[in-house]
């Protein structure tokens, strides 16, 4: 779903309205389908034709005229090759590379949003009237005129030969007979590989998945990339490891080799030259490609998540045989009625899975079991839920799951699920690497989901986090957050309105949300062998932490925070070297959005005003940050103060004057404890300049117990009793990290008395 960069200049129009598409999709303009079908002069599923202008004769007043200003759109062609040539030819201003009648929509590059525009197209121009989940389940042309012809007979008298109109069952069944022509093989060499064909690694668990690879193993890595040759796939592939923020270097770039290629084309796209010089060079491969889409149906899905993996069981049984390694996810489950989803138990029945993404990698997993009858040694990779990095942030937008939990975070309501089977993206690549390196793990199937969390631990420790979630029904839960989406706007949750709104899409929510519990036996004995990490989602903490890093969102303009109080600071400054002589007054409001910004980065939002006249004849406007116990409480460099707060703060002038203040709070060994608490070492200077003035400031004793005690304010929107519990659980946690800096000093003192004590007796002894 993820397309190439936008370029600055950009000169073929169906690429500058692909552009226009994914930046639609990834929120940049906040523009919602219905808002968009109404632009482009198409009602959105579910409104009758008629509500859309220029459409038919209603909008005329009934008289069959057409309004003043716009054109009647001309018959659609009574022929069905001339009706697949239209829109063919309308399909491809929308798409990234041409197409034929023949080829997906989707697979040509073209985006949701671009679907969008696309059917509206095909009505003002062509009086052709498809719903959007008629174009996502096949979005070939030839298919789509032949379904129009064929809900409209009275259009073609005489439809020639048509392709019939299987359902995607007997699509699927005929793809996976593609096994059946694999040769037999032999099991390969069970050693470490030395050179693995990964593909998918543009994607959000490929690229954190190559970074593993190549951190814990010796192996070159090739990369399939889709793109016009090697050079272009290196571009593509950097780009998309710095888009998730992992690193770049050219001791990356000297162990990978970017291959041009493409998993949905037979032998991946490559010449018969290239196709053999791969299978005799790599040992191993592994398959995190995929189209990912909840809206796309099986036929519109199966060349990415079937076709590809079948291509690569193909190459791993030419020349030597090598392991393959495949990616596929818990939603091959979705639909079953088992009380937990055991890592060798059946999967759904594949009639009862209700969605084409579902369906395809169901399929997937199916033609690669074939494949092992074949002799070839198959991995299956399961991860569900894929959470983002707990220490860089990246995500996947496009998640469902990562969806879900950032309107969770948001509007405080979820669906009322069973469970979550999720774990962070670090942990998932991790463990997968791991086992693609290490012979014996190789030939199983593995789930990569962490300890499922229940509702109950979510609707517990939301609560105690001071978020108080409301829980639905799924379907009420979809319709209001719809609409929440729509009212705010959220552009970053634009994609998951989206899906929201189809009806195809909602069966797989309704699929998720009743879904069991994983179990991973195998996996834990895995990762407990190979000395490896357990997921960072184990206790309430930790779970807040993936909870919102799943979310993928910020606070927002006009949020109410979570819990804030107001901080009064009064002193003097001067010159540096000089005594500090002038007034120097602050009078802030710190703050946290959510319980997992202050329980996890221990930082706090700060804004406010300061007024001194030595620096300023006028107030300044201050915002910043503030860290509580910065650097776990070690002295700063020739310091043996310990710091217990760092302010880091940014002061404007009306006229757009700028200037930094830094100041800590220390705690050393001595008496005056409520005084180190308030007392703040500060320093000023303009901006890209250094320090011009320092002196100390102090919270008055007077304003202590109303700002910071009795003043702190919780989220209105919660209950009362949340809110009382939010204050208790804010004053525990902080006094409590106060605390600790403050015995820090006193500790270092206490060690340094006994160092000197067991100095003196060595010398006593000699």
């Not at 809206?295 to 993996?309: D, F, K």
């Not at 659980?729 to 409590?736: A, Q, T």
């Amino acid at each position: 779903m993820t397309g190439p960069d936008e370029r600055t200049t950009v000169r073929n129009p169906a690429i500058d309205r692909r552009v226009r598409g994914e930046a639609l999709e990834r929120g940049a303009a906040g523009l919602d389908v219905a808002a968009l079908l109404a632009r482009t002069g198409a009602a959105p599923k579910g409104e009758s034709r008629h509500g859309a202008r220029s459409m038919d004769a209603e909008t005329a007043g009934g008289n069959g005229a057409t309004p003043l200003g716009e054109t009647r759109p001309a018959a659609p062609p009574r022929d069905a090759e001339a009706l697949a040539a239209a829109v063919t030819a309308v399909a491809n201003r929308f798409t990234e590379t041409p197409l034929d009648a023949d080829t997906d929509f989707f697979d040509a590059g073209g985006t949701s949003l671009a679907a969008v525009e696309f059917v509206a197209a095909l009505a003002r121009e062509l009086d052709i009237h498809l719903d959007l989940d008629t174009v996502f389940f096949d979005a070939r042309p030839r298919r789509l005129a032949q379904r129009w012809l064929a809900d409209h007979p009275e259009s073609a008298p005489r439809q020639p030969e048509a392709e019939p109109d299987t359902d995607d069952l007997a699509q699927l069944f005929a793809d996976l007979a593609g096994a059946d022509r694999l040769p037999l093989v032999a099991a390969p060499e069970r050693v470490a590989p030395r050179r693995i064909l990964l593909t998918g690694a543009t994607g959000f668990l490929g690229s954190h998945l190559l970074l593993d690879l190549l951190r814990h193993s010796q192996a070159h890595v090739v990369c399939l990339v889709r793109a016009d040759d090697d050079h272009a796939a290196a571009r593509r592939l950097e780009d998309a490891v710095r888009r998730f923020a992992l690193p770049w270097s050219r001791e990356v770039l000297r162990r990978v080799t970017p291959l041009a290629g493409d998993l949905r084309e037979p032998r991946l796209g490559l010449s018969d030259e290239r196709w053999k010089t791969l299978a005799a060079d790599v040992d191993s491969i592994v398959n995190a490609g995929a189209a990912v889409d909840f809206l796309r149906g099986y036929p519109s899905l199966r060349r990415t998540n079937v076709l590809g993996p079948l291509t690569l069981a193909e190459l791993a049984c030419t020349d030597r045989p090598k392991p393959v390694h495949h990616i596929s996810s818990l939603a091959v489950f979705n639909g079953t009625d088992a009380a937990t989803l055991g890592e060798d138990d059946p999967t759904a029945h594949v009639a009862a899975l209700p969605i084409g993404y579902d369906r395809s990698k169901w399929a997937g997993e199916a033609v690669l079991r074939r494949a092992g009858e074949h002799g070839l040694v198959v991995t299956i990779l399961r991860p569900g839920g894929i959470g983002s990095h707990p220490e860089t942030g990246a995500h996947n937008p496009r998640d469902l799951n990562a969806g879900i939990t950032a309107a969770l975070m948001r509007f405080r309501t979820a669906p009322g699920f069973r469970y979550l089977n999720a774990a962070p993206v670090d942990w998932v690549s991790r463990v997968a690497a791991e086992i693609v390196g290490t012979p014996g793990a190789w030939g199983h199937t593995y789930h990569l989901t962490g300890a499922p969390t229940s509702l109950d631990q979510v609707v517990a420790e939301t609560t105690l986090g001071g978020m108080g979630i409301r829980v639905q029904h799924w379907e009420q839960w979809c319709d209001d957050v719809v609409r929440a989406i729509r009212e705010e706007p959220v552009p970053e949750l634009e994609s998951l309105a989206q899906v929201l709104q189809s009806p195809v899409a909602r069966r797989q929510l309704a699929a998720m949300v009743t879904a069991p519990p994983a179990s991973a036996a195998r996996t834990e004995a895995f990762v407990a062998a190979n000395g490896l990490p357990a997921p960072t989602t184990s206790g309430p903490a930790a779970r807040s932490r993936m909870l919102a890093a799943m979310a993928g969102l910020g606070p927002q303009p006009g949020d109410q925070p979570y819990l804030r109080f107001d901080e009064t600071l009064a002193g003097t400054v001067g010159p540096i070297g000089e005594s500090a002589d002038t007034p120097c007054d602050l009078r802030l409001t710190l703050s946290v959005a959510s319980s997992a910004q202050v329980f996890t980065a221990r930082t706090l939002d700060v804004s406010g005003e300061l007024t001194c006249a030595r620096v300023h004849d006028e107030p300044l406007t201050v915002e910043g940050t503030a860290t509580v116990r910065p650097h776990d409480g070690i002295p700063l460099r020739h310091e043996m103060r310990h710091p217990i707060m760092h302010y880091q703060l940014t002061l404007r002038d009306s006229s757009g004057g700028v200037w930094w203040l830094e100041g800590y709070k220390f705690a050393a060994a001595r008496r005056r404890i409520v005084r180190q608490l308030g007392t703040q070492v500060i320093e000023i200077g303009r901006a890209g300049e250094p320090a011009s003035y320092t002196g100390e400031v102090a919270v008055p004793m007077h304003t202590y117990l109303p700002d910071q005690i009795d003043g702190i304010r919780i989220d209105p929107r919660l209950p009362e009793r949340q809110q009382r519990l939010a204050k208790l659980l804010w004053l525990s946690w902080f006094g409590g990290q106060l605390g600790k800096g403050l015995l820090e000093p006193i500790l270092r003192v206490g060690v340094d008395l006994l160092d000197l004590r067991r100095a003196a007796r060595k010398e006593h002894r000699r």
